[in-house]
Each structure stands twice: as C-alpha cells, then as structure tokens.
C-alpha cells in the first residue's frame, strides 16, 4: 500500500510540477512519511517517475489488447475505427485516468532532459502496439472498399493519430458533455472524408 501512495503522490506532483520541481522531499510530504523512508522502496526519483511510467505503460497495453477482442465482434471497419478512436480521444474521461493524463502530457510535452530518450523509448513501445492494431484495420479497409483508395495507409494513420490526439485535448476547454459531443461530431466529418461511398459489410 505504501508503495502505491507513494506513486499515487509522486504521479500527481509530477504532473503539476513536472520532473525537476517535484523533489523526494515534497513527495514524502505528500505521502505522509520521512523522506529517508522513501528510499526503502525507491533508489531516488528517477526511479519512481520510470515506475510509475512502466505502470501505465503495462495497463495500457492490457487494455488495448482487451480492446482489440472486441473489435472482432463488429462487422465494419467505420465500427472498428470509431471504437480505437474514442478508445484514444475519451482517455482523460476514463475512471481514475485524469491524473495519468495530465502526468503524460506534462512530460511529454516537457520532458525532463536528462530523460527525454528513454522516455521517448518505453512510450513507443505502446505506440508500435497501438499503430499496428490501427493499420492492420486500415489495410483491411483498403483491401475491402470501404476506405478511398486515393489514401495510402500510412497517411491515413497519421490523419487519425492527429484527429483522435487533436479531440483529446479538448478536455481541457469543454464540459465533459460538449467534449462527447465535439468527439462526435469530429468523427463524422473525418469519417466522411476517408470513407468509401459503396461502402460493403466484411466480417473481421
């Protein structure tokens, strides 16, 4: 249990004040024990932010494979992209994943220097999961007609990537009702652009 107040408070200063402000000190403070006593489950801080990264790394790739076993049950590719769309886009709506959200954004977006590379590096490690699932689908759509063929795969990727990024981070302008309703609406239009007009039902 200590070990996870620990990595609770460290995640939650870590995203308010990044890497470099948040101190073994003020962590302690935050947990509610003595900064030497951090060091019985910790070697330092670099040690806990990589924990907490490998832990959030490791669930998210669970889910994502929960999510790919629940694609096969839907009949189209529209079906099948919406699901990993909002699977991306509605993250920060997620129980318990607002603290995580903002813990990544900081520290993507301001990563601690000396970090940098091989934070870059255990984050691909899920990016290379997430972008095959979405190729695989890509390719299929291609392969069925149900995406415009004047679009190779890896643009399409890339369009979608932006498009479910860009969504998410409207989080932080909208109500939680305006942000599903943006992520609809979104949806629609960039569907309407990559989708084929005969578009035909395949299986898997």
Known sequence: ???????????????????????????????GIKKASLYAHFKGKEDIFF???????????????????????????????????????????????????????RNMFFPPEELKDVLHQKLNSYEEELYSLILGIINKGLSYGELKTDN???DLLKAFMCTADGVMLQIHYYS??????????????FWNGIGASDRREHKK
């Open 51 to 105: 924990s907490i990264v490998n832990d959030c790394i490791k669930n998210n790739k669970e889910e994502l494979k929960i999510l790919s076993k629940q694609l096969k049950s839907m009949k189209t590719i529209e079906q099948k992209l919406y699901a990993v769309f909002c699977h991306i886009s509605l993250y920060p709506t997620e129980k318990n994943k607002d603290i995580e959200f903002n813990f990544f954004k």
């Open 176 to 189: 939680v009702k305006e942000f599903f309703n943006i992520g609809k609406s979104v949806w629609k239009v």
């Open 152 to 154: 190779n795969a890896e």
């Open 1 to 31: 249990m200590t070990i996870d107040k620990i990595k609770l408070e460290a995640m939650k200063l870590f995203a308010v004040h990044g890497y470099e402000k948040t101190s073994m000190q003020l962590i302690a403070n935050n947990v």
